[in-house]
Structures are given as C-alpha cells and as structure tokens.
C-alpha cells in the first residue's frame, strides 16, 4: 500500500530553489509526524526537517536552516520541502517519512532520528550543480 508519494525533485544550479511535495494518505497524515530525509551516495540517512502534523511546530537539521522550510497543507494531506539558496553538498535522494497516529501535543517536536519513522515514501532525486 502507497502511503507516501514524494514530488518535485530535479535538477538546478547553485543558489536556486526546488519545492518538493509529499502527498499523504488521510490516515498517514493524521495527527503525528513527518519529515524529510536525504541521502546521498555512500552516505547515511539523514534527516532534513520535521513537522507535528497537529500543531504545525517544526525542527531542521544545522545544514539547511535559514534555507530550507516545512510546511503542511491540512486539506490536502501534504506536507511540502521549500528548498531555497541549494548547495551542491544538498545533492542526495529525498525521502518524506511518517509516522501517525501516536500520542503528542500539538507542540511536540518531532524528531529527526530516521528509526522513530515507520512509513516512509519512495524518494525524489535533487541534483544541485555549481
């Protein structure tokens, strides 16, 4: 069962931007978490920034703040990446993850440990060029 569907990967040049979309199923999406995640080759996943899908309060990782914005869209069970000023070290393979359904606050800060995530999508590709 497809729960997760990522969007908006591509190609850019340094400095440009890319909006990635995550499309959710009502039930992956209610109340609970998600996030995005990169990995790159020969590296480990990481993750990128998280949002409590009930409060909307979000967390990010050192490398992109400032540049990078979660976001989510209540009617539309999707949860969007603004990715601004692109490096090409943010070159990798993002992932949007979930986990639903779990007993938080509306201002619980989602972690950014990839184990705490039980559904995740299939990824998008972002390619960032100097």
């Known amino acids: 069962q497809v729960q997760l569907v990522e969007s908006g990967g591509g190609s850019v040049q340094a400095g440009g931007s890319l909006r990635l979309s995550c499309a959710a199923s009502?039930?992956?999406?209610?109340?609970?978490?998600m996030g995005w995640f990169r990995q790159a080759p020969g590296k480990e996943r990481e993750g990128v920034a998280t949002?409590?899908?009930?409060?909307?309060?979000?967390d990010y990782s050192d490398s992109v703040k400032g540049r990078f914005t979660i976001s989510r869209d209540n009617a539309k069970d999707t949860v969007y990446l603004q990715m601004n000023l692109l490096k090409p070290e943010d070159t990798a393979m993002y992932y949007c993850?979930?986990?639903?359904?779990?007993?938080?606050?509306?201002?619980?800060?989602?972690?950014?440990?990839?184990?705490?995530?039980?559904?995740w999508g299939q990824g998008t590709q972002v390619t960032v060029s100097s």
């Open positions: 993850a979930a986990r639903p359904r779990i007993g938080i606050t509306g201002t619980y800060i989602c972690p950014t440990e990839k184990y705490f995530y039980n559904t």
């Open positions: 949002i409590n899908t009930g409060g909307g309060i979000t």
């Open positions: 009502a039930y992956t999406y209610s109340s609970g978490c």
